[in-house]
C-alpha cells in the first residue's frame, strides 16, 4: 500500500499494522493478521492471473529468446577474449571459478527461455520438428553472434566475409560444401554428428515423450537400439548416394532386426537395465570416439555413410559384447567409398577412429573432469575426448555383462601374455645389439620394461609401465642426439621412452614390430641423398617441403608430439622413427605413406 | 510384455513425437546452418592467426568470398596457419558445446 499524500511511510504502515479492531482495544496478534493479509493478496493475484492472463505468446517468447541469446553470446565472448588476453602473459591460466559460474548461470538462462519458447510453441500446436528447428536455431544463433562479437573487434573485410557465408554455401562454389571435399566439408562431419544429437537430446529431454516411455525421470529411458536405428535414419537424411543408401538400409534392416528380436526377448527387467545403461551419456561417448581427432575431416556425403555405417555396426557389436569398434569401421569403409578422394578421408577417418578405440582401452582419467579445462588447451580437449572413449568402453562392456551375463566369454580378448612370452619373441640379433647409455642405465635400475602386458581389444598389446623408475630428461635428449645418425632406433630406446612418458606412449611393445616389407620412405621424399639430411633441412626444398609437411602433420595426429621431428633428425631416420610408432598403435605405415604421396 | 509394450521403443517416439515430420530437407537445412556457424568461426579464428601481409591478402578473398571456390580458400588457411586444424577442432567444439545441453 502506497502512503497517502501529506501522510509519512512510516504512519501508514502503522495504520495498516493496527487495523481498526486493535485501536478499540481487541487483541490482535501481527504475525497472524500478517499472513492472513499476505494470504488474501496471494489469492487476489491470482485471481486476477486466471482472469487477465493470456496463452504465451511465441512470437514474444521468440523474441526474448533472440535478444538473451545475444546477450550471452556477447558475454561469452567478452569472457574468453578476456582469458585469451590473460593466456598470453600466463598461458596456463583458466577461467575464474566464479566467472565461470557466471558463464553458466547465464547459458542455463537462455536455455530455460529457449526450453519456454519450444513448450509455448507444442501448446500452441506447433509440429516438433519445428520446435526442434527453433531449438537447435536458437542455439546455432548464439555461436553465430558470439563469432559475429568477435568478428566485429577485430573489423573490416572479415566481417562481411562471414556476412556472406550463408550466401556463399548456398551458391555454386558453396553447394560443393555439401557434397564434395573442401574445407568447409571438413567441418561438416562435426555438424552431421551434432545434428543426430540435438534430435536426440529433444526426444530425451521431452518431459511428455520420457513419460510415454515409462521414464521415471525424464531423459532416462531412450533404447540404444533406438538411438542406432536414430543415427541411421537421420545420417541417411544427410543426403547419400544411391549405393550408400543401399548400404544404410541394408546395415538399418538388418541391425533393427536382429537386435529388436534380442531385446523384445529379454524380461522386462533385463531390458529395463540395458536402456539405462545405454543412456544418454553413454551414447554421447560413443560419438565422441567417432567424431573425436579427426572426424572433423568427414566429409560430405562419405561423413553420412561412414557414420551412419559406424553407428549401427558399433551399437551392434556392442550389444554383442563384441567392443572392438574400429576394426568394424575399417570393414565398413572399405565397402563404401564412392571415390577415391572421399576413400582418402575415410580410410584416415577409420584410422582416426581405430587409434581412438585402442585408447579407449587404456582407461584412465575422467573426461568430466579434464573437460572443465577444455576452453584453456585444446590438447586438453583431445585428452578428454580419448578418456571419454575410455569410459565408454568401459561402461559398454558393464552394460553388457548387465544385461547379457557372460557374453564376454565368448570374447577373446582377455587373454593374458605374460612378460615371459613377449621376451621369447625377441629376436637373437635383438638381443645381442648393444645397448645404448640410457637402455644400460634401465637395465642398472633392474626394472622390468614390460612388467604385465595382455591383450584387451584389438589385439594390441596394452603395456603398464607405471614402475619404470623416472631417468632424467637431459639423458633422454641427449641419447636422442646421438642416435640422429642411426638408421634404426633401438628397440631398448624405444621401451625406455616410453617408461619416461608412460602418458603419452601407453601403447608400449617392448621389442620393434618389422616394418611392413612395402614401407619404402622414397615415397615421400625421393631425393638422392635425402635419407641423411636434416629435416629441417629438407623443407628448405620447396620439392619436398610440402610433402614433408603432410607427413609431419599426419605423423602428429597419430603420435602426438612424439611425430615431430627431432632437432637434426635426419630424413631416413624421422621417417622410419614415425613408421614404427604408428606401427605400434595399430596403423599400417604404408597407409601414413599413400595418404601423404 | 504386453501388447503395448511389446511396440518397440523406436516406433513409440515416432508416433508419439512426430519425429518423422522432421523432413530431410529441414534436416540438411539445419546441419547446413550448423556447418555456416562452424565455417564462420574458423574463418574468423584463421584470420586472427594470419601475418599482417596474409591478412591483406585474405581480406580481399572476403570481400567477394561468394566467388571463392572453398578448396582455394581452405589452400589459403591451411598454408598459412599453423593451427588450422585445431581452429576447425575448436569451432566444432565450441558449437557443440552451445548445443550441448539439448544433447545431454
Partial sequence: MSPRIGESGSAALKNEEYPEEDKKGELVNLAEYREDKENKESQEDSAENVETKKPADVEALKAEVASSGENLAQAEESRDDALEKIKKVLPDAKMPDNIATEGKAQQAEHAEKVEGCVDAM????????????????????????????????????IVTGIGKVGEWMSGDPGKKIMTGVGFVATAIGGPVAIGKRLARGLVIKSPEIAKKLGAKEDGKIVSGLEKAAKFTKEASAVGVGKRATGLVEGAQ????????????????KEQAALLEKFDGSTMSRLEKIMTSKKTAIAIGIAAGVLVTMMAGSAMGSILEGNIPIPTNIHE??????????????????????SSAGQTANKGSFKFSEIRKEHHVDGNIMEKAREADAANFVKQAKEAMQASTGNIHENVSDNVEIKHEDLVKDTSPMEASKPKNDIASTLNSMKKPIVNDSHFEHNDHPIVKTPEAAPVPHEQVVQASQEKVVSAEPKAAQVAENHAHQPEKQPMASHKEAPLGSSFDARKVVNLPGAEKISIDVLKENPLVAEKLERFQGAAQQYLGQAG?????????????????????????????INRVI | MNDAQGQTIQQKVRDEFGFDDLSDEKQQALVQKMAESIVKRVLVDAYIKLADDKKAEFDQMMENITAQEPAVVEAFLRENVAE???????????????LGEAGE
Fill in chain 1, 332 to 353: 565398413h569403409v572399405a565397402d563404401s567409398i564412392p571415390n577415391e578422394q572421399v576413400a582418402a578421408a575415410a580410410e584416415q577417418h577409420a584410422d582416426a577412429a
Fill in chain 2, 84 to 98: 588450422y586444424e585445431t581452429i576447425i577442432e575448436n569451432a566444432i567444439a565450441d558449437l557443440k558445446k552451445h
Fill in chain 1, 564 to 592: 615431430k621431428p627431432q632437432i637434426g633428425e635426419t630424413w631416413d631416420h624421422y621417417a622410419k622413427r614415425v613408421a614404427q610408432g604408428v606401427q605400434k598403435i595399430g596403423i599400417d605405415p604404408d597407409k601414413l
Fill in chain 1, 253 to 268: 534392416a538388418k541391425f533393427a532386426e536382429k537386435k529388436a528380436k534380442q531385446f523384445e526377448a529379454m524380461p522386462p
Fill in chain 1, 122 to 157: 507444442l501448446a500452441e500446436g506447433k509440429e516438433s520438428s519445428e520446435a526442434l528447428i527453433f531449438k537447435a536455431e536458437a542455439k546455432i544463433d548464439v555461436n553465430d553472434a558470439k563469432t559475429e562479437s568477435r568478428a566485429k573487434k577485430i573489423g573490416g573485410a
